[in-house]
């Protein structure tokens, strides 16, 4: 089977709704890619499996080594990798230079750039040499100092505005579909008809055009904290506990390994 495009993804504004999910791994994207149309290796990949406190630590190497080992695992679903704080807000020519590996050295066939207007310049500069690239707008994790923490955005008028702005912005510059993270109902609403690309929602309703949610949440694997947005699927960490303390008992009761798991020699 071949893979989802840029253009199957961008094709279905106003259609089936996009299902997405991120990856990070060989064998999460093994069993999320029969599932879905596009696997986003997020930057979220630096507090989810590296326990760091924000996304901001995150490097482009460790996007490529994430990026190459979805890869591996995938070949149905469209693979979009993250583009990690530093490595496009300098200038444009920056971050084609960074893209430009990203693509090279996973496969992968787009990028995401979190950003409203002031990245539509970068956005437009990147298609309109060969990488595709969708958009993030509202909420966007690599803004947490800036911002003050996270919070929904676009619950007043000015906000509401900016946003709006913003998505336009990253529209007209080419992004294929814009992740539209943490806003109000009306404004997820509002920003899907405004933009003829599709909206992949996320904490922003069921207005948007698809839908994201970082698998480890949804599957409950990842309990640091769990955003009003998710909705959990399965609890994936209770039986992840159950199992290794079913294990710690075994070995200490010797009980396990038993006769099935053990070699027997020649006599
Ligand atoms: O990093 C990430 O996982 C993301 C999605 C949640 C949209 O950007
Ligand atoms: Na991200």
């Not at 995938?74 to 430009?100: K, T």
């Amino acid at each position: 089977p071949s893979r989802r495009t840029v253009r199957d993804i961008q094709a279905r504004k106003g259609g089936e709704p996009v299902v997405c999910l991120t990856a990070y791994t060989t064998p999460s994207a093994r069993l999320l890619d029969p599932h879905v149309d596009l696997l986003l290796v997020g930057d979220s990949l630096g507090m989810v499996l590296y326990g760091m406190p924000t996304t901001l630590g995150v490097t482009l190497d460790m996007m490529i080594a994430h990026g190459q080992a979805v890869m591996r695992g995938s070949d149905r679903a469209l693979v979009v990798v993250d583009m990690p704080f530093g490595s496009v807000q300098e200038s444009p020519a920056l971050a084609f230079r960074n893209a430009a590996r990203v693509l090279a050295e996973t496969g992968a066939a787009a990028v995401k750039i979190e950003g409203g207007r002031e990245m539509a310049e970068t956005v437009a500069f990147l298609v309109a040499r060969g990488v595709p690239v969708m958009g993030h707008v509202g909420l966007r994790p690599q803004m947490v100092h800036a911002m003050g923490g996270f919070r929904a955005q676009g619950r007043d008028d000015a906000g509401a505005q900016a946003l709006m702005d913003d998505a336009r912005a990253i529209a007209e510059a080419g992004a294929f579909s814009m992740v539209v993270e943490g806003t109000v109902v009306d404004v997820a609403e509002r920003v899907t008809e405004a933009v003829p690309v599709p909206t992949i929602g996320i904490g922003a309703s069921v207005a948007c055009d698809g839908q994201i949610l970082v698998a480890e949440d949804m599957l409950g694997l990842f309990q640091d904290f769990t955003p009003r947005f998710v909705k959990k699927y399965a609890d994936l960490a209770g039986a992840t506990d159950a199992a290794v303390a079913a294990y710690a008992a075994d070995v200490r009761a010797r009980r396990f390994p038993g006769p099935e798991h053990t070699f027997k020699g020649a006599k």
